[in-house]
Each structure stands twice: as C-alpha cells, then as structure tokens.
Nanobody, 120 residues
Framework: QAQLVESGGGLVQAGASLRLSCAASGSIFSINTMGWYRQAPGNQREFVALITNGGSTMYADSAKGRFTISRDNAKNTVYLQMNSLKPEDTAVYYC??????????????WGQGTQVTVSS
C-alpha cells in the first residue's frame, strides 16, 4: 500500500501564486505518471496536469502558461506551481499517482485533496 499526502493549498488573491506538493510514501518500488486534478463545487473532477517518470508533461488548456508541474523522484514528490491564479481556479486539488509496489503490482492512488481558494 502507498499513500499520497498533499500540502500547500490556501486562500490567496487573484494574481497570486501557490505551490502545491504531494508526497508519496509506503510500499513503493517505482512511480510512473504523477498528476494533479481539481474539483470545484458542483463540478466533476477535471484534469490539470501530469508528468511521466521521464519528465514529459501535459497540461489542461486552463493550466497552460500559468501552471508548472515538476517532480523530485528521489523524494517521491510531485509539485504544482500555480501562477497568476484566477477565481475560477478555486477548487479542491487532488494528487494522483500510478505506483508500482514492492510486490510489483501497479495501482492508482489519490491524495485526500487540498483546498485552493482564489478571491477576486
């Protein structure tokens, strides 16, 4: 089993920046893709960004040019640097990771979520 723990959310004004972190721990042999999703009240969870274990990245159109995803493989941690935040970025942000356990089984894990609130 593995766990994902997010941190870094908060309340900021429009135009500000935040950096989210998500650390994986537990029975980990390797981590494949890591990503971020978000869910605003009344909306479905939506994709924000992902990064492969090779460093390739992909972004939702809403995140391109403002958000940057990165990872530290030595720390089993993925980051989301969010700049020029807008009120519409307000949501609970969830970390997601495809983890290969020591047993070599592969599972997808989700963090508990961290709230990001952007005021206008």
């Amino acid at each position: 089993q593995a766990q994902l723990v997010e941190s870094g959310g908060g309340l900021v004004q429009a135009g500000a920046s935040l950096r989210l972190s998500c650390a994986a721990s537990g029975s980990i042999f390797s981590i494949n893709t890591m990503g971020w999703y978000r869910q605003a009240p009344g909306n479905q969870r939506e994709f924000v960004a992902l990064i492969t274990n090779g460093g390739s990245t992909m972004y939702a159109d809403s995140a391109k040019g403002r958000f940057t995803i990165s990872r530290d493989n030595a720390k089993n941690t993925v980051y989301l640097q969010m700049n020029s935040l807008k009120p519409e970025d307000t949501a609970v942000y969830y970390c997601n990771a495809e983890i290969r356990a020591v047993s070599r089984s592969i599972s997808t894990y989700w963090g508990q979520g961290t709230q990001v609130t952007v005021s206008s």
